[in-house]
């Protein structure tokens, strides 16, 4: 069985169609990174496997159980952990509260088990150093690696990554992407929305190329990127060429 | 509901004659309170030791002190030393010194968070300081300063009816007047309370018109 | 000299009915608010509509004219209220629209992205709430909670119209007696002044020492 099976995916805004029928399908242990233009509905379609938006059609399975009709969307999102663009953290707890508070009071963990857990990820992102600083003390590269520490302390299967550099000084990109690039290595699920390309290409074990509300082609990596298919997947990567 | 239409309309002459008084009362205090609140928030941000010093110590005890207490000490305890006003001029100089101290607050709240970076730029093109607090530090602060100002002339407006406590025949006043002559309390308060509700909301409509008028994008 | 020393244990006692004043008002105050921010901001069209409308209209009328609205106008219908009971209830229910105000403008700056990233975590709506919207409301709301309760302290003053004998009507009586209106007042403006600044200060220092990175005191605003 596929570890996510997402199904004629569609989603609209009254008149507008953001994502006009997305099929794909992911392996444990797999990573795909999703890449094309802004506005063709990358992070909505992140947003909708999380059900923090709600999809007008098409299925998404988790294990083969349906997310959105399920019972319990917080049972199902507890097994999705997300990383936001934005860091989203929660201003008003530390470091290490940030990271607890899902085990904590989600998977309703001793506090002394919820803090092993904690500080275990807090590790892995190279922060447990800092678990008693407030989020505003913390730089942007470090704000997104607490992100990624409080998404993985609830032992998910699979984690979005909705741009996770996007937000970034150039400077502080490196320290995030090698964060994930551990993970991918570690055998995490990862879905990746990203604009760095050179990172797709090392990363990815799968990339999807998206526009427009559909999937244009995926493929791997070297498929992709160096030999695409479709003229429009040509014109979108010739924008990076120069740059990367 | 008709006995309440039937005492409005009889008491509506008298409560609008107040209603003059009121809005003379708001619109003098709040223009004589931004004169003071220019000069103190200037004195504030620019000005030195002693400038700074006495001008806080004004904002600071106004800010600490009710209305009607600075209201009693004008009209009360000045005539004591020798100065006597009328009730109207001492209800003008008490709400004109409150509102000049919020004001100023306000003033220098806005003046500060226009950035450093204009003074620095408006002195190195040759400005004096003056020069540049006028042509490019207040254009900008003041219209931070409108929504503030809104509330501001909002409070006064309501503020004022202390006023009646010293015997200006304002709003306040006509509708105690009318009611303890025809006994209909609740009625005659009630009248009074929809002609300060209509009275604000257009205020609040107004201002609100012409701060998107002179909306500057970005500032 | 001999009257400030006799005129100030009499004010300070009536100060005594200024601070109870204030205090059940915020109190009452507090409570409905409550109520009427939960409404406003979780609330169906009607309830918001109705919650709006009372804080809007409750806001536009001066103290004064409730204050009289309650004790003046009320008995016409025949409930009769002491004077502190119906200053109490002008005073509560006005600052309850400001209250309001404060707890609503708390809940909505809360981003919208940490409650995204709450529900991502797996929590329903009610730990959400809990344990993200509402602590840090709660912070947000120190400072102008601080302001309103200084603004309700100095309307308490206009308590004096209604006849109830705090701070300035003691200080009224004195007067009447002594003829000293300056001193006597003075002394009351002093003892108001002392509460407000105090209270003031005594919050900043406690929440310097009690702050988290990111929620230093902003300005405080006339309501």
Known sequence: MKLLEVRNLKKNYGEKEIIKGISFEMEKRETIVVIGPSGTGKSTMLSCINMLTRPNGGEILLNGQDVVKAKSVEKMRQKIGMVFQEFNLFNHLTVLDNVRIGPLKVKKLSKGDATKVALENLMKVGLDSRSEAYPAELSGGQKQRVGIARALAMEPELILFDEPTSALDPELVGEVLEVMRKLAKGGMTMLIVTHEMSFARDIADRIIFMENGYIVEQGTPEKILSHPEKERTRQFLSKFRSGS | ?219 | MQLFLSSISILLKSTGTTVELTVASIFLGTVVAIFVALGQVYGNLWIKIVATVYERTTRSIPILIIMFMIFFGFPSMGIRFEPFVAAVLALGLRSSAYQSQIFRGSLLAVSKGQILAARSLGMTEIQVFFHVTFPQAIRFSIAPLTNEFTIVLKDTSIAYAIGVTELLREGTYIVSTSYEPLLIYSMCAAIYFVITFGTNKFVSIAEKKFSIPGYEIRGVERA
């Open chain 2, 1 to 219: 509901m008709n006995h309440f239409i039937f005492i409005f309309i009889q008491a509506l002459p008298f409560l609008l004659k107040g209603l003059e008084f009121t809005l003379e009362l708001a619109f003098i205090s709040i223009i004589v309170g931004f004169g003071i609140g220019m000069f103190t928030a200037i004195e504030r941000v620019y000005g030195g030791k002693l400038a700074y010093g006495f001008s806080t110590a004004y904002v600071e005890i106004i800010r600490g002190t009710p209305l009607l207490v600075q209201l009693f000490i004008i009209y009360f305890s000045l005539p004591q030393i020798g100065i006597h006003f009328s009730p109207l001029v001492a209800s003008v100089i008490s709400f004109s010194l409150n509102s000049g101290a919020y004001q100023a607050e306000y003033i220098r709240g806005a003046m500060q968070s226009v950035e450093k970076g204009q003074m620095k730029a408006a002195i190195s093109m040759g400005m004096t300081k003056w020069q540049a607090i006028r042509l490019v530090i207040m254009p900008q602060a003041l219209r931070k300063v409108l929504p503030s100002w809104t509330n501001e002339f909002v409070y006064l407006v309501k503020y004022t009816s202390l006023a009646y406590l010293v015997g200006v025949p304002e709003l306040m006043a006509q509708g105690e007047f009318v009611a303890s002559r025809n006994f209909e309390f609740m009625d005659v308060f009630l009248g009074v309370a929809l002609i300060y509700l209509m009275v604000i909301l257009t205020i609040t409509w107004a201002f609100s018109f012409v701060e998107k008028r002179i909306k500057i994008p970005g500032v």
